[in-house]
């Protein structure tokens, strides 16, 4: 099975910049979809953006222009580079791997999160 494991979260100051990774134990990317969620208490999970196994990305509208979702295939790595961060970012940072077409045959997978912390 796989896992995958975030990393990155802390405090910054507000404009301040944060890079999330989130590690996969086996190489996934030719199949899976991989998402950055987060969820602030009282919230709604949000999707924050997405990278598919093709290298196309997408990101909420909230965060577009400052946030950039990578892919560095020879880690098994996945990143969120936050820049210009918000108190409003504030949130637990959790990655997702999605299997698409393939979720009959195939599990999807969830990172345990990363806290994200945005305060002067």
């Known amino acids: 099975q796989v896992q995958l494991v975030e990393s990155g979260g802390g405090l910054v100051q507000p404009g301040g910049s944060l890079r999330l990774s989130c590690a996969a134990s086996a190489y996934i990317f030719n199949i899976y979809t991989m998402d950055w969620y987060r969820q602030a208490p009282g919230n709604q999970r949000e999707l924050v953006a997405s990278v598919t196994s093709d290298g196309s990305t997408d990101y909420g509208d909230s965060v577009k222009g400052r946030f950039t979702i990578s892919r560095d295939d020879a880690k098994n790595t996945v990143y969120l580079q936050m820049n210009s961060l918000k108190p409003e970012d504030t949130a637990v940072y959790s990655c997702?791997?999605?299997?698409?077409?393939?979720?009959?045959?195939?599990?999807?997978?969830w990172g345990q999160g990363t806290q994200v912390t945005v305060s002067s």
């Open positions: 997702y791997a999605d299997p698409n077409s393939y979720s009959g045959y195939l599990p999807d997978y």
